[in-house]
Nanobody
Framework: QVQLVESGGGSVQAGGSLKLSCAASGYRFSRCRMVAWYRQTPGKGRDLVSSISSDGITDYADSVKGRFTIPQDNEKNILFLQMNSLKTEDTAMYYC???????????WGQGTQVTVSS
């Protein structure tokens, strides 16, 4: 039932910051089993960037630890990805995803492009 829409992507210089948003409708993020950010580069798989489980436990890929955070606005039903100290290696299409009962499958947004230049 949940629908996801990402926004906030763009082009930034290395060392800069960017904040992505994932707005949900039809379902409350707080009721989902898991909400997460993934990223994909052409020629590579879609990899987990960060996630938060229903019990509030967060997880981050080693490549982004200490640089990215995943704050939430439960009132507005928005999941954020705060990206700091961006590197060219962070260039990718970023997707938000959620698993929300009764579904046991991921629901995906359309993605938003992040390009980091040197």
């Amino acid at each position: 039932q949940v629908q996801l829409v990402e926004s906030g992507g763009g082009s930034v210089q290395a060392g800069g910051s960017l904040k992505l948003s994932c707005a949900a409708s039809g379902y409350r993020f707080s009721r989902c089993r898991m909400v997460a950010w993934y990223r994909q580069t052409p020629g590579k798989g879609r990899d987990l960037v960060s996630s938060i489980s229903s019990d509030g436990i967060t997880d981050y890929a080693d490549s982004v630890k200490g640089r990215f955070t995943i704050p939430q606005d439960n009132e507005k039903n928005i999941l954020f990805l705060q990206m700091n100290s961006l590197k060219t290696e962070d260039t990718a299409m970023y997707y938000c995803s959620a698993i929300c009962p009764p579904s046991v499958f991921n629901t995906w947004g359309q993605g938003t492009q992040v390009t980091v230049s040197s």
